[in-house]
Structures are given as structure tokens and as C-alpha cells.
């Protein structure tokens, strides 16, 4: 089956800095690509569309200056967290289509 | 609008007695769904998904679900839990298209008792 990664698995990073997380589908090429965040005990909500070569299209309520999506390439997609805080701090998970949809195994980003 | 609904936020079982985790969801069109599984601090794993066909899904770790369009209904079932199985249970919802993103249920939080 096609399988998606996400790196790191864990971060941790003080409040005002910026930290990256990065997609990979492995073994597909991936047009597009959705990131998610999962607050503690709370389900999956949808941050944004990541499409390569494009603009992220983002939902209501996410701020787009703060998380910046990058899909430079067909494999890869980067959700960089701008001047974090600790309200940011949750669990981010990427999903890529290949006939249906893979998830990343996701990163805990806990900011201090 | 598109949502999903586990009006179970927790339930309890003992090992070795069956189980059914509810799910109900509106969907505008033919519907694709999916039941996933995650253990505390790691990813999402699928158990099941539904496209077509055969409304009764067989699943991994002995799970099935049935897809009852009249009720738009996609219920979990186990019958015969195991301690392994406690963990939290996601039903989701998206287009048949695929390239989209899917709908998440809030989530079932499954206990196992021995």
C-alpha cells in the first residue's frame, strides 16, 4: 500500500519561533494534499488543501500567514508554524490521495 | 452540509463481549466511509472502508460495518472484544471522487474492562 511520512514525529519549540513539518508520500506522487490538527481528545479538523505548484487553500478560521503551506513538488509538502505559541501546540497530520487517502502518522508539536 | 455524528463519546465493554460503534452522516452525494482506530499519541489506522457493493465490510482485527443508506447509518462491529482493542474509534465520511478531504466523527473512546 502507499504509505505517507511526516517529520519530525516530536517537537518541541519555545513560543515566537518557527517550526516545519514535513509530508512525504513515498511511493506516489500526491497533486494534492490535506493537513489536519487534532487537539487533545478532540476529532481531526481539516487545516488545508495543499495543491503542488499552487496556493494552499485554507479553511475558515485558519490563519494563512501563520501556517505556511509549501507544496514545491509532487512527493512533498511542508506546514511551517509561524511565531508559535502555546495554543498551537497539537497533533498534525497529513494526508495524501493514491486511489484513496493515506495518512502521515502524524506530529506532536508542543510549544513552550 | 457534510458531517458525522458518534453520539457515543466513550463506552465501556468487557473482554470478550461484542461491540457496536455508532455512526450517522450526511453527505450530499454517494458516500465513501471509512472507520479508523488510534491508539493514544500515534496516527490513524484504517479498519474498514466502504466504496460500493456489498453493504456488510470486513475489516482488519476482526472488525465489520454495515452501510445502511436508509439510515445513513455505518456502524462498527466486534463480536468478541480483546484488551488490545481499547483505543479511540473514528468515523469519516468523503466523496467518491476520493480527492478530497474526508469528514471526521468526533470519535468513540473505547474502554475494555476484563
Known amino acids: 500500500g502507499a504509505v505517507v511520512s511526516q517529520h519530525p514525529s516530536r517537537v518541541i519549540c519555545k513560543s515566537g519561533t518557527s517550526v516545519k513539518i514535513e509530508c512525504r508520500s513515498l511511493?506516489?506522487?500526491?497533486?494534492?494534499m490535506f493537513w489536519y490538527r487534532q487537539f487533545p481528545k478532540q476529532s481531526l479538523m481539516l487545516m488545508a488543501t495543499?495543491?503542488?505548484?499552487?496556493?494552499?487553500?485554507?479553511e475558515q478560521g485558519v490563519e494563512k500567514d501563520k501556517f505556511l503551506i509549501n507544496h514545491a513538488s509532487l512527493t512533498l509538502s511542508t506546514l511551517t508554524v509561524t511565531s508559535a505559541h502555546p495554543e498551537d501546540s497539537s497533533f498534525y497530520i497529513c494526508?495524501?490521495?493514491?486511489?484513496?487517502?493515506?495518512f502521515g502518522p502524524g506530529t506532536r508539536l508542543t510549544v513552550t | 452540509a457534510q458531517s458525522v455524528t458518534q453520539p457515543d463519546i466513550h463506552i465501556t465493554v468487557s473482554e470478550g463481549a461484542s461491540l457496536e460503534l455508532r455512526c450517522n452522516y450526511s453527505?450530499?452525494?454517494?458516500?465513501?466511509l471509512f472507520w479508523y482506530v488510534q491508539s493514544p499519541g500515534q496516527g490513524l489506522q484504517l479498519l474498514l472502508k466502504?466504496?460500493?457493493?456489498?453493504?456488510l465490510v470486513q475489516g482488519i482485527k476482526g472488525f465489520e460495518a454495515e452501510f445502511k443508506r436508509s439510515q445513513s447509518s455505518f456502524n462498527l462491529r466486534k463480536p468478541s472484544v480483546h484488551w488490545s482493542d481499547a483505543a479511540e474509534y473514528f468515523c469519516?465520511?468523503?466523496?467518491?471522487?476520493?480527492?478530497?478531504?474526508?469528514?471526521f466523527g468526533k470519535g468513540t473512546r473505547l474502554s475494555v474492562i476484563a
Open positions: 511511493d506516489f506522487q500526491a497533486t494534492t
Open positions: 469519516a465520511v468523503g466523496s467518491s471522487s476520493g480527492n478530497t478531504p474526508l469528514v
Open positions: 494526508s495524501a490521495y493514491n486511489d484513496e487517502q493515506y
Open positions: 466502504y466504496f460500493s457493493g456489498d453493504t
Open positions: 453527505y450530499g452525494a454517494t458516500p465513501y
Open positions: 495543499s495543491n503542488e505548484g499552487s496556493k494552499a487553500t485554507y
